[in-house]
C-alpha cells in the first residue's frame, strides 16, 4: 500500500490545548508527518467531540479549562464500552513528577513533553496509532 493511502486512512487526531500557538504548533506538526488532527481549547467540547467521532488518538495538554485533560483522560478511559481503541497522549509543558504520575495514573498511554524535539511527538502518535487499529 503507498503511504498516500496509508495516510487517507487514518482517523483525524484530537488534538486539545487551550494555547492557541501551542495547538497550532502541535497541529502542524501532525499535518507535516500525514495525520490529519481536529484542534480543539476546552475539555467539555473535546469529550463531546472524542465521544461522537468515536476518534482513536486524543493528544491533550493536562491543564485546560472546562475539564482539564487529566479528567479527559480519566473520563474517556473509563468509557471502554464506547471506545476501546482509544489511546491518549499527554502533550504537555509541565513535567515535573506529580504531574507525571497524575496523568499515568489517569490512564494516559503515553506523555511527550512540549520540549521534546518533534519527531519525538510523530514516533509516541504512530507507536500508538498501531494499538489503536
Known sequence: MSQSKSR????PVLVVDDNTAECGDTVAVLAAAGFAAVPESEGDAALRHARTSLTLLLVSELYIPCAEGICIVAVLKGDRARL?????LVHTRHSNDADTEWALAAGCDAIVYKSSAPGTLVRELGRLEGFAA
Open 84 to 88: 476501546p481503541r482509544l489511546r491518549i
Open 8 to 11: 487517507d486512512r487514518r482517523a
